[in-house]
């Protein structure tokens, strides 16, 4: 993504330069080493990009780019707890390479430095309405990924409680950031509304993208298990689509596999062909590449700049990634 190159430069000088003390060590040194270990930085990207696209100077919104980026790395250390995750972007997670409590403690502080990065915008923002979206964003990740934790133990998941669930954990964050650099942008109400959708759009295709990959995409790609999603018995867009269509039997059949994960060979492989039969893997295809376009079609109503080609591309990256 070289076209991001030089927001992620600008970006990471930024964060490299936060002041975390060294003391105490267990408290501060997990946050480094996780804003150390990388990650793609798509989310403050977007919260400068938005700035730039509202007329605006992005270093305006510096501060809400680094508050979007340490909430997103405080979820991801809670996350792994939650999920009993052993790894990290290739390196052991916190709560393996220290302990649990340590890791909690960890992620609670990198939540409160977040919001604190908020009190550096400049005066002249609405810090009062930046503050209210950066919240209100984070309570309702909370909410989807308690929607995550409930639809391990049912079995009458709809796909409508799924996209809640995405719009939730990925969506959410993804939308506030760009509506938070829009607002140090100086959008207007019309243009805030627009960034909300680009972003809740962004959310739903790129996640919906992810359950596809895990079914076509080349495991080496992609850097996964082929249809490791299935062998787990997850709950992803394309299996509650296939239970919606699929018969009563054949509904039954699955829902007993997935109690008793991890699924076999065999099994992953009729669960596959369930896929082929009733369409799904066509139509969640067609599904993400039409939230895509959404969020195309309301980015066209920006003037033009580098910023919107900037962002232009990113979508064409993202609707054509293989991993």
């Known amino acids: 993504m070289d076209f991001l190159q030089s927001y992620a430069a600008f970006f990471e000088e930024k964060l490299q330069n ?7 060590e267990t408290l501060y040194e997990p946050q480094r ?3 150390r270990n990388g990650g793609k930085r798509i989310r403050p990207a977007l919260t400068l990009i938005s700035c730039g696209l509202c007329g605006s100077d992005t270093e305006r919104a510096m501060p809400a780019a680094l508050a979007v980026e ?10 792994d707890i939650m999920d009993q995750a052993d790894s990290r972007r290739g390196e ?6 220290w302990d649990i409590a340590t890791a909690i403690l960890a992620g ?3 939540f ?4 604190l990065q908020l009190q550096n915008l400049p005066g002249e923002i609405d810090h009062k309405r930046v503050s209210y979206i950066f919240l209100n964003s984070v309570n309702t990740v909370c909410e989807g990924q308690a929607l995550d934790m409930e639809f391990e133990n049912r079995s009458d998941v709809t796909v409508g409680e ?34 909300s959708v680009i972003g809740e759009s962004l959310g739903l295709a790129f996640q919906i993208q992810d ?41 039954e059949m699955v829902l007993g596999w997935m109690k008793a994960k991890p699924l076999s060979s065999n099994q992953v492989d009729e669960v596959i062909s369930l896929f082929e039969t009733y369409g799904v893997i066509t139509d969640t295809r067609n599904h993400f590449l039409n939230a895509y376009s959404r969020a195309e079609k309301e980015l066209e109503q920006f003037g033009e700049s580098n910023f919107k080609q900037d962002l232009q591309q990113l979508i064409k990256f993202l609707k054509n990634r293989e991993s």
């Not at 799924?162 to 019309?190: D, P, R, V």
């Open 70 to 79: 340490l909430l997103h790395n405080f979820t991801l250390i809670h996350d």
């Open 162 to 195: 799924y996209h809640q669930m995405i719009g939730g954990k990925t969506g959410a964050l993804i939308s506030a950031a760009m509506q938070m650099g829009g607002l140090c942008g100086g959008a207007s109400e019309e243009q805030l509304h627009k960034l």
């Open 33 to 35: 080493y996780i804003l």
């Open 112 to 115: 409160t430095y977040s919001m």
């Open 92 to 97: 052991p997670s916190i709560h393996k390479k």
């Open 108 to 110: 609670d502080s990198m």
């Open 211 to 251: 359950d596809w990959l895990d079914v076509v995409a080349d495991p080496e790609a992609f850097g996964k298990r082929k249809a490791g999603d299935i062998y787990e018995g997850k709950k992803t867009f394309l299996m509650l689509t296939a239970l919606e269509r699929c018969t009563r039997d054949e509904r």
């Open 18 to 24: 936060l002041n975390f003390p060294e003391k105490p």
